[in-house]
């Protein structure tokens, strides 16, 4: 078939969240033998380099369009009564293209990668007549992310995110009742979304995999590793991740650092916000920026922390821990949608002594954290690839 898939970024390098997901979505199309175009949006050179690149990696045309300055595209959506998310990747000639496909019926899969996406079909004159498929992954529950961020902020924050939590709530709504086919990350979000958005159509459940050969076991661990070094990695001026590594350095790593005095704390991952720079330095935590392989990072590591106290979906970054063979310490949050997370594959702690506890442990009781990390890599192993787990994608473009 042919297909045209929109992101909101282009989707490559894989190397982090959504990007990541497309990515292999994408890649597994391709190997299906579909016909793949890509549409995304350029806000620098690098987006349209990589671009290029995507599009000699899979052999697909990838055409992408520039994204006009935030202000305007920000006020648009507000004077137009759009969520600002909506406003933040609109661009005239990708409306006028979408247009075209569901009036000329060129493509039979439409495949849209994030909620706010939406809007574009929604749009379009052409949609309730148009042959053209429509299918959407919304990946994790949006509009339940904005309302956690607004319970996490005070005015007038609050009342911005409360404003994006009902717009992206209705696209939604209209996505599941209206697309040929919706896709969520994880049977916890299928829930979610069933009790506070939705239960018109059935979501499908479409998990994240994992290359294992880009993410393996250490063969030596480095000698630090008995005196305690903690990583967390993501982009770092997300506000679920600043809000974990915030949480963790002020309410467990003084007791941490109290009963290991030599532990080291790494945050590694691109764009790191004022208030995580004002860490590097201080107290045994090394900010690092962006980072060209992150490999050798969960390879010099005693244990990972995933802190999560706001979140959606299934964190990517506690599979490539599990990979690679670490024993991770998460909440609740941070182990949602992992169907092999239990006592027995990590240690899952909500409050701040539990989870101070369990990073000590990970040093002082090596054996214990050892045989966690054991049986989380053989856990991950038997059902993480990514052609088992985009099967889901795989059927619904069978069954049109």
Known sequence: MKICVVAQRVPYPPNKGEKLRTFHQIERMVQL?????????????QDTNDALALQNHLQINVSTFPL??????YASALIKQQPVSVGAFYQGDVAKRIDDILKNESVDVLYLTASSLGQYVFSSSHFSDSACKVMMDFMDVDSD????????????MRAVYIREAKGIRKLEQKANAQFEKTFLIAEEEV??????????????VMGNGLDFSAFYPAENKSSDATSGHFLFTGVMDYKPNIDAVMW???????????????????IAGMNPSTEIQSLNGKNGIDVTGFVDDILPYFHS?????????I?????????QAAACKLPVITTSMGAEGIHFASEQTMFIENDTQGFTDACICCVKEPDTAEAKAQKGLDEIKSAYSWEQQLKPLEEA???L
């Open 248 to 266: 963790f350095v002020k309410s467990c790593w003084p007791d941490i650092r109290r009963a290991l005095p030599d532990a080291v704390f790494t």
């Open 68 to 73: 006009g300055s935030k202000l305007t595209r």
């Open 397 to 399: 473009l069978g069954a």
């Open 145 to 156: 992310k904005w309302h956690q961020y607004a319970n996490s902020s005070s005015w007038p």
């Open 311 to 319: 979140a959606r979906g299934v964190q990517n970054k506690v599979l």
């Open 301 to 309: 590591a005693t244990a990972f922390v995933a802190p999560f106290r």
């Open 33 to 45: 033998g579909h016909d793949v175009d890509v549409i995304s949006f350029s806000e620098s050179e």
């Open 191 to 204: 829930a979610l979304f069933r009790r506070e958005v939705s239960d018109a159509k059935p979501v499908n």
